[in-house]
C-alpha cells in the first residue's frame, strides 16, 4: 500500500467494537476515503464494513448538483444537464453523487456551495 494518509491500526477493532458509533469527529474525509478503499480490497463483504461504509459514505462531502456514472472517464455529470449518461446509459437518481474535488478536475468554473 502506498496511501499517504494514516489509518489507525485499531480502527478495525474499534468499528467492530462500536458498529453504531458516531466517529464523524474521531476520522478525517481523506482517512476515511483511504480506509474505504483498503477495506474493499482487502475484505469486499466483510462486516461490519457495510454499515461503516454507509456511515462512513456520509462523512465524504458530496455535491448533489452532480452525480458519477460508470464510465471509467468523464463519469462526472451537471445533473441539470445531463441526467442521464449518453456513453454507458447510466441515470443520476441510480448513481451517487460527485466529490468536490473531482467535481474541480472536470469542470474548471465549478464552486463548491459555501454554505456551512
Ligand atoms: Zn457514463
Redesign the pocket.
Known sequence: MSEKVNIPDDLSDFMKKNPTADFNDYLDELMVQAFIKDVEEKSKDAEPFGLFKTKAMSVVKTDPRYWD???DE??IHDKSIEPK?A????EHDECSDSRPNEIKLFFKDYKEDSDE
Open positions: 456514472c460508470e464510465c468523464n463519469y449518461c456513453v454507458c446509459g447510466s
